[in-house]
Every structure is written in C-alpha cells, then in structure tokens.
C-alpha cells in the first residue's frame, strides 16, 4: 500500500535548546499536530577574535527532526570609503526562534495513491487553510513544505508521490493568499521515518506506518539572513 547575524561578543552564555520528541495538538483539528519546540539550556559563547564576529547557532529541521547548527565566526565587515570601518558593538546574541513544525496526515489529506490539488479532502484544505490564516497573520521568514511517504512500494514512486504531495500542499497555501517566493516544496520519499514498527506485517505493518506517511510544514520565523542563500 502507498500512501503516501553578525555579532561581536564578549565571552558568556546565551540559551538555546535541546530537542524534547514530544508532539502537542496544534489547533481542534485531528489532522495537524505541531512538534513541541526544544526547551532552552545554557551555552557558552567564545572569547572575542580579532578582525571577526560570532555568528549565533540556531535550530534547523532536518530528517524529521530539530538539529542544532552551530554558531561559527566569520570575517568582520570590510572597510568602508574613506577608510571607516562600521563599529561592531559587543552585544548579547539575539537567538532566532525555532522552526515551527506542523504535520499532516497524508492519509487523511488525500485518498490512497492520490496526490494532486483536486485530489485534497475538504478537512484537508480546511486544515491548510487554517495554517495560512495564521501565516498571514504572522510575520514569518520562509516555510517549507516536505511531503513523506512510507518505506513500502518502489522508491522512485515513492519519491514522485512525496513530491506531488508537497507541491499540492504549496498550491493550496499559495491559494490562501500565502507568497509562493517564501514557499519550498520538496518530496522526500521514505526518508526520515518516525515510526518503529518491529516485526509488525500485513496490515499491522500499513497501519504502524501511518505517521510516516506525512505532509510537514515548517515555518521559519527568523532564519538569521540564512533564506535564500
């Protein structure tokens, strides 16, 4: 079955987070559940170098999960005409707000083997509609739209249904009035699985499988300057 910024710093800490795998409900709907952000911890921030600024870590959404970038140093601004060089203030980070991740049914947005605009359930453009009044709403960096299915069926197949899926959700979200530049799509396949089903088969097997078969909307509040690079 298939269904599928830159700163000088003085030495200190700041907070940032670490990833709690817990899922809360989003809103009324049974169809989206939002990944609960990483709750804060302390972090030590390097001593001041010559000639360069401390760029803050900041979380990011990778294979189904948040993941922790690293801040790093980069080279100071060069000299401006004339010979001046901008002030860089010693100052404390300023942490860009984790991804908000929300996630989808692909089985309760679409019928089986089915993954294109028409082919959404009207609980399904309800839900997406909801998540595009709050994007609008809202100001936000970027959102990206990565559409799963789970490990059975072909890989090719798997891939192209992902992919639909996603663009399909895009559109939707570009309906509602949400900006198609600061929309990604993409179709991940049977990557990133969060389930862990054992030795289950048969039907036990597709119905352990469900969460795999997923659309994830994740919304970048802040992204530090990062989109579009």
Not at 96 to 103: D, F, G, I, M
Not at 207 to 218: G, P
Request: proline share 9%.
């Amino acid at each position: 079955m298939r269904c599928k910024k830159p700163l000088a710093l003085t030495a200190g800490v700041f907070c940032v987070a670490v990833l709690v795998p817990v899922l809360v409900p989003a809103s009324a709907s049974a169809q989206i559940v939002e990944v609960a952000p990483p709750t804060p911890y302390r972090e030590v921030v390097p001593a001041p170098r010559p000639g360069q600024v401390w760029q803050p870590g900041y979380w990011q959404w990778a294979h189904g999960r948040y993941v922790w970038a690293p801040g790093n140093w980069s080279v100071r601004p060069a000299t401006m005409r004339g010979g001046f060089r901008p002030p860089v203030m010693a100052a404390a980070p300023v942490m860009p707000q984790p991804p908000r991740v929300e996630r989808l049914s692909a089985d309760a947005l679409f019928p089986l083997d089915r993954g294109d605009v028409q082919d959404i359930r009207a609980s399904g453009l309800a839900d997406i509609a909801t998540i595009a009044a709050r994007l609008r709403a809202h100001p936000f960096s970027h959102v990206e739209v990565r559409g799963y299915t789970d490990r059975l069926g072909g890989d090719a197949y798997n891939l192209q249904l992902s992919i639909r899926r996603a663009n399909a959700v895009k559109a939707v979200l570009v309906r509602n009035g949400v900006p198609a530049l600061k929309i990604r799509a993409n179709g991940l396949g049977s990557q990133d699985s969060i389930t862990q089903c054992g030795r289950a088969t048969n039907v036990a097997l597709v119905r352990c499988l469900q969460r795999d078969r997923r659309v994830e909307i994740v919304t970048y509040i802040d992204d530090g300057g990062r989109w579009g690079r």
